[in-house]
């Protein structure tokens, strides 16, 4: 039932055309080559886990020389030195040398994370999607806070945030971040909370009341909620209620879309559910996606790469890499049948024994 009139198609976001979709193995082969073509981001995507895995201890000092495009795993991956593969389009998100002291000077001075660096290339038509892993407290929502630029965090203690080449000093309408809560207004319909966002960033009047109402049913519609649209969040089930949190987010179109732990409060179904729908949607968004997560099976399934951290303070430890054909993930496969074949099972495997190693990094 839609009470909403749509007298148009689809907005320009999500392009419907499974013909203008990457494939995933298109979609790989992209990334691969930016990797390749990247110095601070290379490693070959071919093998499985343990022969791909990149070390990524922060040097003392930056590396002096451009390093092959297949490196070691055992070579630590170069930090610090700026990307050579689009000049003209710079990387979606730069961490350089970062390190996040909350409380210093007082009794409660804590070293949330210490020297982390990595850097998202921008790959044409095509985002990434970062799957952050670790125990609790090591950092991983402090990395997303300073990529979303929360006030309440602040700027890193030492070293630099860049966002496409800019200090962040601020949330911005390119950044868009879904947490495990249900954060959507708890007075406003689903509708009214996928338009409100709409609404307030619609300063230079870009849309008028209809297109917004348009480009709000057409998202709606695309996570799966057309019929529940003049619904309260209360009368929502979890899985629902996340919907409506994706819903709002995309609506948006930011080029950088943050989620912490999105699926943690779900049961194991739902989230399966919310696997399939992330990994359609964001097939279609192209947008960098950096999700963090307690499932390293989710990790496996959702993550290009997956970024290993490590607690006391937060370091990142390792980069794996991932290719849809390391763990048998082909269009038109559920993710359950994805995460039940061999490959998958292996790679998985692989990729515990890599979070279990106790490499602490000194
Ligand atoms: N605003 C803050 N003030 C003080 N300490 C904080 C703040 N935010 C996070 N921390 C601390 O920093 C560490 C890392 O936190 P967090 O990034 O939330 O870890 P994770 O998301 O990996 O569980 C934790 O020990 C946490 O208590
Ligand atoms: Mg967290």
Redesign the pocket.
């Known amino acids: 039932m839609s009470e909403t009139p749509l007298n148009k198609p689809n907005s320009d976001y999500i392009k419907t055309d499974e013909s203008m979709l990457p494939s995933d193995n298109l979609k790989s082969q992209q990334i691969e080559d930016a990797h390749q073509k990247a110095p601070s981001n290379n490693g070959s995507k071919n093998n499985l886990p343990s022969n791909t895995a990149q070390n990524v201890n922060t040097p003392q000092k930056p590396l002096p020389v451009q390093l092959p495009a297949q490196q070691s795993m055992q070579q630590p991956i170069q930090q610090n030195e700026p990307s050579t593969f689009n000049p003209l389009k710079p990387p979606v998100v730069i961490f350089r040398n970062v390190t996040k002291i ?2 210093p000077g007082t009794a ?1 001075e ?1 070293c ?2 210490k020297n982390i660096s990595f850097e998202i290339e921008d790959i044409p038509d095509v985002g990434e999607f970062i799957a952050l892993v ?1 125990p ?8 997303l ?1 300073l990529i979303q630029g929360f006030q ?2 602040g700027p890193p203690t030492t070293g630099e945030v860049l966002v496409r080449n800019k200090p962040v000093t601020g949330p911005g309408k390119d950044r868009g971040m879904i947490f495990q809560k249900y954060s959507s207004f708890p007075h406003m319909t689903v509708f009214e909370n996928v338009v409100f966002g709409l609404k307030i960033n619609n300063d230079t009047n870009r849309f008028s009341p209809s297109q917004m109402r348009e480009m709000a049913m057409n998202i709606i519609k695309k996570v799966g909620l057309d019929g529940h649209q003049n619904k309260y969040p209360c009368q929502l089930s979890g899985g629902q209620q996340q919907r409506v949190a994706i819903a709002r987010t995309l609506v948006l179109k930011p080029r950088i879309i943050l989620m912490d732990e999105p699926f943690s409060a779900l049961d194991e179904p739902t989230r399966i559910e919310m696997q399939e729908l992330i990994t359609n949607l964001w097939q279609e968004v192209e947008a960098t996606v950096f999700i ?1 997560t307690h499932s390293l099976a989710e990790a496996v399934y959702l993550g290009d790469r997956i970024f290993i ?1 490590t607690p006391g303070p ?1 370091r990142l430890k390792k980069i794996i890499p991932i290719k849809p054909d390391d763990i048998g993930k082909q269009r038109g496969l559920s993710p359950l049948d994805v995460q039940e074949c061999p490959k998958f099972k292996a790679f998985l495997k692989e990729t515990t024994a890599e979070f279990l190693k106790d490499d602490r990094i000194n």
């Open positions: 909350f409380n409660q804590y949330a994370i670790g609790s407290g090591c950092g991983k929502s402090t990395v806070n309440e965090i963090v951290f937060g």
